[in-house]
Antibody, heavy 119, light 110 residues
Framework: QVQLQQSGPGLVKPSQTLSLTCAIS??????????WNWIRQSPSRGLEWLGRTYYRSKWHNGYAVSVKSRITITPDTSKNQFSLQLNSVTPEDTAVYYC?????????WGQGTLVTVSS | QSVLTQPPSASGTPGQRVTISCSGSSSNIGNDYVHWYQQLPGTAPKLLIY???QRPSGVPDRFSGSKSGTSASLAISGLRPEDETDYYC???????????FGGGTKLTVL
């Protein structure tokens, strides 16, 4: 059974970088059938897909247009995890952030991390 | 503004049947499967229906899904008090090359 365990700070200052990690058990970040996603949820924006990374003979990334200039999702094969970095955050980036595994649907989710952007 | 459109609220009495709609476009629902999630307060969304009408093991057959064209529906029959929570639809969008979601429907069991 796949489990995703998130870690990272819950408070980030404006203009700084939000960094979260998602540790995978029960599957491999290098899986050739799965993709590894970051999604956030806030009252104002609802559920919002941010991006994904996946391996199909080589690594691929895909990002939402809304954050494309500020986001990086990176796999770490040595630790079987993947990470989110979101640069230049503003209070609008305050949300619960989830990591999620997908094949043909989003079938496994992390526990969620509330990230507040505030000075 | 969510890409998929759901009613913000729905309600029913215990034992009743309720449906929740989800409207999209040709680049998402019209071209791919719809999936439904149930989210209890303070928890991550949980897969309820996948590939339009398939239930993961452990999901009661009171929950069912359907799709027609660019719209989909989630039906809950034999409504129970524990069904009172939020429901979301989701689909892959080929134009956006990403997952899109509905704004969520809060179900109240009266």
């Amino acid at each position: 059974q796949v489990q995703l365990q998130q870690s990272g700070p819950g408070l980030v200052k404006p203009s700084q970088t939000l960094s979260l990690t998602c540790a995978i058990s029960g599957d491999s970040v290098s899986s050739k059938s799965a993709a590894w996603n970051w999604i956030r949820q806030s009252p104002s924006r609802g559920l919002e897909w941010l991006g994904r990374t996946y391996y199909r003979s080589k690594w691929h990334n895909g990002y939402a247009v809304s954050v494309k200039s500020r986001i990086t999702i990176t796999p770490d094969t040595s630790k079987n995890q993947f990470s989110l970095q979101l640069n230049s955050v503003t209070p609008e980036d305050t949300a619960v952030y989830y990591c999620a595994r997908s094949e043909q649907w989003l079938n496994n989710w992390g526990q969620g991390t509330l990230v507040t952007v505030s000075s | 503004q969510s890409v998929l459109t759901q009613p913000p609220s729905a309600s029913g009495t215990p034992g009743q049947r309720v449906t929740i709609s989800c409207s999209g476009s040709s680049s998402n629902i019209g071209n791919d499967y719809v999936h439904w999630y149930q989210q209890l307060p303070g928890t991550a969304p949980k897969l309820l229906i996948y590939r339009n009408n398939q239930r993961p093991s452990g999901v009661p057959d009171r929950f069912s899904g359907s799709k027609s064209g660019t719209s989909a529906s989630l039906a809950i029959s034999g409504l129970r008090p524990e069904d009172e929570t939020d429901y979301y639809c989701a689909a892959w969008d080929d134009s956006l090359s990403g997952w899109v979601f509905g704004g969520g429907t809060k179900l109240t069991v009266l």
